[in-house]
């Protein structure tokens, strides 16, 4: 069986509060850690209404607090916001007080706009050139033999823990890095589908064994919605489908309640922008999610699927996320 795991933006509800958006993705992690899901990762977003796990190290310890045996952590933080030291000591602490649960995985985007960016000191020529480097410092400070920290500076907690470092990309940028370094990759085709299949032939052509891996290891982003009907799927998908549309507008917000038809909403060219980006999208019943995710896995090889879908109902949203599952063991 592929494993499975669950990409969360703790997405505010329009009418909802973030501190209900955090009770939801705790009821949720800990359901998805009974129905058999590997991880439980959360993104770093700025300045989104309908985001609330901005600060995600706090978020991935509250969630880790209330599962027992989950691996939780963040798909991903956006490096280049952060001193690599203060990321070492708040994953250190995270590993220490959850041991061999905590996954580090790391993005070169901003997760913001522009305004954003310079509040979080971006400078605004900084486009994540430097991410190698900064990457390079952070392993040294979890791995002193490395000798790549600030000498004389030393990551307590963090130094020597074992904390899996992921690279996340949309593009072949993270891709190379990911293989030429030896660590595990995984592809944000939720949003970015395009240079999903150019980005893992790169990275499985140029990677190279490691200590942390022997081999590549991929995991892939879909977004999935699921229900017991097609029509309901259908209903549901167009709360995800809102959401891009007020970004492509660029006012984003809170996740909107389903419509029964988007064609009021948006135009032909914002609908055809926002299907593009969200073609890498299932959206079905238990037999189409099987369906489409086997074709899926044929195209990609992946070895592991990281599932997002923004759904406005909680237990619409569990139970899409229950459906996957059992399409899962049946592939």
Not at 190 to 197: E, G, S, V
Not at 283 to 299: C, H, I, P, Y
Request: aromatic share 8%; glycine share 10%.
């Amino acid at each position: 069986m592929i494993p499975i795991s669950v990409l969360d933006l703790a997405p505010v509800i329009a009418g909802g509060t973030p501190r209900e958006s955090f009770h939801r993705s705790v009821d949720l992690a800990r359901h998805v850690e009974k129905w058999g899901y590997h991880r439980y990762w959360l993104a770093e977003h700025h300045n989104m209404p309908g985001i609330a796990s901005s600060a995600t190290s706090l978020v991935i310890g509250y969630v880790a607090m209330a599962t027992e045996k989950i691996r939780v952590g963040s798909g991903g933080i956006m490096l280049p916001n952060h001193a690599p030291l203060v990321i070492a000591e708040q994953f250190g602490t995270l590993e220490s007080m959850f041991p061999g649960r905590i996954d580090l995985g790391l993005g070169r985007a901003p997760g913001s706009d522009q305004p954003a960016a310079r509040a979080l000191r971006r400078g605004l020529g900084s486009d994540g050139h430097d991410f190698p480097e900064q990457l390079s410092e952070l392993r040294g400070y979890l791995n002193p033999a490395l000798g790549t920290g600030v000498p004389g500076v030393r990551a307590v907690p963090g130094e020597g823990l074992d904390i899996p470092i992921w690279l996340l990309g949309s593009s072949d940028f993270s891709a190379q890095l990911a293989g030429q370094l030896g660590l595990p990759f995984a592809f944000a085709s939720h949003f970015a589908p395009d240079y999903l299949l150019a980005a893992l032939d790169l990275y499985r052509r140029q990677f190279r064994p490691s200590d942390a891996l022997e081999k590549p290891y991929a995991m892939v982003g879909v977004n999935i919605i699921a229900a017991d009907t097609d029509e309901e799927a259908q209903h549901l998908a167009t709360s995800q489908h809102q959401q891009f549309l007020n970004i492509v507008r660029g006012r984003p917000g809170m996740l909107s309640p389903p419509v029964d038809s988007m064609e009021s909403l948006w135009s032909p060219q914002e609908k055809a922008y926002v299907h593009k980006a969200l073609s890498f999208s299932i959206v079905g019943s238990k037999d189409t999610v099987r369906e489409k995710l086997a074709m899926l896995q044929q195209q990609t090889a992946a070895d592991e699927w990281i599932i997002a879908g923004q759904i406005y109902d909680h237990n619409a949203r569990l139970r899409s996320y229950e459906i996957v599952a059992e399409v899962v063991k049946e592939i």
